[in-house]
C-alpha cells in the first residue's frame, strides 16, 4: 500500500533551520505531485509548498517564500523541504501529501490530495 513517512521535525530556536523529509512508498514517485501542508493549534490546515509531478515547478505560501525550499530525489522516492530563518508562527504539524500528475499550483489548492502523511511536529521557540 502506499505510505508517506515524514521525518525530521522537533524543536529549534527562531532564526535556525529544519529539513523535513518524506518518504513514499507505494508509489510510482515521478507521477506524483508533492506537497507540504501544516496546521497549528487551533487553526485549520494551510498550504505550504508544492512541487509538480514533472519535478520541473514549484509553488509556495507567501508567509514561507524565500524561507523554504522544496525538493525531491527521485532515486530515493523522498521529497523534502528545508526551512531557513524560522519563526514561531512557523510552529505546526507538517504533513507531506502526493497526488497524481497533479502541477504544484493546483496542489497548493487540494484539500484532498490522493495521499497523506502523519505528520511531524515543528516547533519553533522566540
Known amino acids: 500500500q502506499v505510505q508517506l513517512v515524514e521525518s525530521g521535525g522537533g524543536l529549534v530556536q527562531a532564526g535556525g533551520s529544519l529539513r523535513l523529509s518524506c518518504a513514499a512508498s507505494?508509489?510510482?514517485?515521478?507521477?506524483?505531485?508533492m506537497g507540504w501542508f501544516r496546521q497549528a493549534p487551533g487553526k485549520e490546515r494551510e498550504f505550504v509548498a508544492a512541487l509538480s509531478w514533472s519535478g520541473s515547478r514549484t509553488y509556495y505560501a507567501d508567509s514561507v517564500k524565500g524561507r523554504f525550499t522544496i525538493s525531491r530525489d527521485s532515486s530515493k522516492n523522498t521529497v523534502y523541504l528545508q526551512m531557513n530563518s524560522l519563526k514561531p508562527e512557523d510552529t505546526a504539524v507538517y504533513y507531506c501529501?502526493?497526488?497524481?500528475?497533479?502541477?504544484?499550483?493546483?496542489?497548493?489548492?487540494?484539500?484532498?490530495?490522493?495521499?497523506w502523511g502523519q505528520g511531524t511536529q515543528v516547533t519553533v521557540s522566540s
Open positions: 501529501a502526493a497526488h497524481l500528475y497533479t502541477t504544484a499550483q493546483t496542489m497548493a489548492r487540494k484539500s484532498d490530495p490522493d495521499y
Open positions: 507505494g508509489l510510482t514517485f515521478t507521477n506524483y505531485g
